[in-house]
């Protein structure tokens, strides 16, 4: 198997009848998701994608996503995922960057998509998913109408580029990650053989389906496994709880960020979660008081994973026979490898903080048209993640920062996931932010955004003689300002640029 589509076609031998996704009231079986996407693919060759072209998605979490999906990679065209919450520049620069020949996009998005296309001629396969079509552009539903399933697949090379995602990786603009076919169907197989998931298995997810983990976690390795997708474009814990009701997952997947809301919207009423195997999160770290709050309620094993883009979204994966804490990076998946090692590439001793590092079939190809920004993260066939890591006294690994969201500290090293677990420490407190600042002494100070509690108050002062009773006094933020929220993206992770200047705002208002 070399081409991420044949996926479909295996799962299709084995289980055509079986429900591939449930989207609403809605069932698709596996030969007719195929014949979907192989009709779509036929005519997008028809309009003169071939192999090697690139070709943006802009589709949220529907069937539609997973039927232009795999037509284009059965044709051997490169997808460049693009979310639906990305704005006009952003999607710009991904289209441009990428040299994108077309773009397959949801008419909810019209009118940013149009104003993103500006200047750039050479994107001018235009399709749409939505009643209309505008000049130029070709409605998605009428190409699966008119046209014929194609039979052949292109046959690809395992080291042949299926995706382009882009990712600001370490530092610097946004760049495209290309990740091969050999790179997905590695950790493909990998995910399926290490969760066990079986044809009678459904999955259930918050994640889109642009990110890495919506398509490579999600979408291929429970297709692979001959599971049903439950489809659906609200994330939200009302809707997510009504699902789990209505179509009995086995298997969720999500951000952390949701069980936090799920336990707020339970606290009267308790639903019944029995159907659930597993819960797994990924994106960003798990709150140990979460976990143990969701895993009590509910009685569901929550799994949590880490990974990023280069590393074709999973590198490790908690277990569920073996003991789970929060924030761990569970044990790699089969045929990866995984060091923390120190500025000399070293491998650290428990206790100490380094840099993870990752070798596997799983990692990219490398940063598109960037070959220094390659050579910047692939170092001697190893991954240079960014992400710092610390082996705890039982061998477990748990993250400490992102490299570059290290405050340098008049010589010392200040990690700010470290003060805002503190800070959430404090009665009134719900959720807080650390972030460094330029200062004329230090060379960056620490300022903290926190939200309190409803029906809350406090003092800046209070809260950081509560951080000082807690914290050396060179880690305790020298400002505390109150946010209605923290800024975040659709991941769930906090967007620490964007605080950045909020607090910078605030201090110059100060």
Request: hydrophobic residues 40%; proline residues 5%; contains cysteine.
């Amino acid at each position: 198997m070399n081409n991420f589509y044949q996926i479909l076609e295996k799962a299709c031998e084995k289980n055509g009848n079986q429900a591939a996704i449930i989207f609403g009231n809605h069932s698709i079986n596996y030969t007719d998701l195929k014949d979907a996407c192989d009709r779509l693919a036929h005519a997008l060759q028809e309009m003169g994608i071939a192999a090697g072209d690139r070709i943006a998605l802009i589709l949220p979490n529907v069937p539609h996503f997973i039927i232009s999906y795999f037509a284009l990679l059965k044709i051997g065209a490169v997808i460049v995922p693009i979310s639906t919450f990305d704005k006009a520049n952003e999607i710009h620069h991904q289209i441009e960057d990428s040299e994108a020949k077309g773009i397959i996009y949801w008419d909810q998005c019209q009118e940013t998509v149009r104003s993103a296309l500006q200047g750039l001629e050479r994107c001018n396969k235009m399709i749409v998913l939505g009643d209309k079509a505008e000049h130029g552009e070709v409605r998605l539903p009428y190409l699966m109408e008119i046209y014929t399933p194609l039979e052949s697949t292109y046959e690809s090379n395992r080291n042949d580029t299926a995706l382009i995602v882009y990712t600001a990786g370490i530092t610097g603009r946004p760049k495209g990650a290309e990740l091969t076919h050999g790179n997905i169907l590695s950790n493909i197989e990998a995910l399926a053989r290490l969760l066990k998931i079986e044809s009678s298995d459904r999955v259930s997810c918050t994640v889109p389906f642009s990110f890495p983990a919506g398509q490579i976690l999600v979408i291929g390795s429970f297709l692979y496994g001959g599971a049903t997708l439950l489809v659906s474009p609200y994330f939200d814990a009302d809707h997510v709880i009504s699902v789990i009701a209505s179509h009995k997952p086995s298997y969720f997947v999500s951000y952390p960020s949701l069980l936090q809301e799920i336990l707020i919207k339970t606290e009267e009423s308790v639903p019944d979660f029995s159907c659930l195997n597993y819960w797994m999160t990924t994106g960003d770290a798990l709150k140990a008081d979460v976990m143990e709050a969701f895993e009590s309620l509910f009685h569901v094993p929550i799994l949590e994973g880490y990974g990023l883009t280069e590393a074709s979204s999973i590198v490790s994966l908690n277990v569920a026979n073996r003991e789970r804490k929060p924030g761990s990076i569970g044990l790699p998946l089969p045929g990866v490898e995984l060091k923390i090692v120190d500025s000399h590439d070293k491998e650290v001793m428990s206790g100490q903080i380094g840099e993870i590092i990752v070798q596997g079939p799983n990692v990219m190809k490398g940063y598109l048209n960037r070959p220094e920004a390659t050579k910047e993260s692939i170092r001697n066939g190893w991954l240079y993640t960014g992400d710092l890591a610390q082996f705890d006294e039982a061998g477990y690994g748990l993250i400490v920062a992102r490299k570059k969201n290290v405050i340098m500290k008049s010589g010392f090293s200040v990690y700010p996931t470290e003060v805002e677990k503190c800070l959430v420490g404090h009665p009134k407190i719900k959720e807080a932010v650390v972030v460094g600042l330029p200062d004329k002494l230090t060379g960056e100070e620490i300022h903290a955004g926190v939200v309190l509690k409803e029906k809350e108050t406090a003092t800046p002062a209070e809260i950081i003689n509560y951080a000082k009773e807690s914290m050396a006094a060179y880690k305790c933020p020298k400002t505390v300002f109150f946010l209605l929220s923290i800024s975040k993206g659709p991941g769930g992770r906090i967007m620490r640029d964007q605080v950045k200047q909020i607090l910078q705002d605030k201090l110059n208002q100060h």
